[in-house]
């Protein structure tokens, strides 16, 4: 995997590597540093080695400094504190979850190795190495993610986004401090949590937002523990950007009252 610190380029992971964008370039701030020490750990953890890539050579000694030290695989890394984070799926797959009571990695769902599936989804624009596949990945609550990955197999114009034209995805949220304290969370330095294999929702769920056009597919097959956590959202012919503000917001208020 390459790191490729930069200034005000596109953030993400694709086809092999991580564009890091530094906010005050070339300035890195102790958690810039612990998230770029993560994903190097995280690499080598499943024996890829990390080229970092940088103009400033002054950043590349810093980074390479952190990971030869003597400490670097006896630290324990974190995410940034962030209240929610949340799994985004199609309603196929929200259904099956809901029913079944259960959060799976792709490994788990379809029964193939991460290796298969990787060779699957080759094409797809971030290429995800094997291991990605064994588990299940969340972006920040307020993070429009889930709906482009949910979407990508046949993404809407750009029009469509804005005049509420598609089908955003279903969002299972989850409190990140809850989260910490599952057996099987790994912190990558990309996502705020990687879960592995399975998630017993009915112990760790905060709350399930499912766009309300959907409730008629949904609503009556939820299995009891979950239905008082199951929210059906009006997407009013929102655009992306509002209907994540508005999702966001009701989570926020959700977790006030209860």
């Given at each position: ?53 940088c103009e400033d050579d002054n950043i590349v000694s810093a980074v390479n400094s952190v990971v030869n030290s003597s400490d670097f ?92 034209s598609f089908n955003p995805c279903v969002r299972f949220y989850f409190r990140l401090k809850t989260l910490l304290l599952h057996p ?75």
């Amino acid at each position: 995997m390459l790191l490729k610190i930069a200034s005000n380029q596109a953030k993400g992971i694709e086809r092999g590597v991580y564009y890091f964008d530094l906010v005050n370039y070339p300035q890195i701030s102790a958690k810039e540093m612990e998230r770029m020490s993560a994903f190097i750990k995280y690499e080598e953890f499943y024996n890829r080695k990390t080229e970092i890539i940088c103009e400033d050579d002054n950043i590349v000694s810093a980074v390479n400094s952190v990971v030869n030290s003597s400490d670097f695989y006896e630290k324990n890394y974190l995410p940034e504190e962030v209240e929610f984070v949340y799994h985004g799926t199609g309603i196929k797959s929200a259904f099956e979850i809901l029913s079944g009571g259960k959060l799976l990695s792709a490994v788990k769902v379809y029964g193939k190795t991460g290796e298969e599936l990787a060779y699957e989804k080759r094409e797809s624009p971030w290429n995800d190495p094997a291991d990605y596949f064994e588990y299940i990945m969340f972006c920040n609550g307020d993070d429009v993610t889930g709906d482009y990955v949910v979407l990508s197999d046949s993404f809407p114009s750009e029009e469509d986004l804005l005049n509420g034209s598609f089908n955003p995805c279903v969002r299972f949220y989850f409190r990140l401090k809850t989260l910490l304290l599952h057996p099987g969370f790994i912190f990558d330095g990309y996502h705020p949590a990687k879960i592995k294999d399975e998630i017993i929702l009915s112990d760790y769920l905060h709350s399930c937002i499912v766009p309300k056009q959907f409730k008629h597919n949904i609503s009556g097959y939820v299995c009891p523990e979950l239905v008082a956590k199951v929210h059906y959202l009006p997407q009013d012919n929102l655009s992306l950007s509002d209907w994540n503000k508005a999702v966001y917001d009701f989570v926020m208020d959700t977790d006030a009252i209860i």
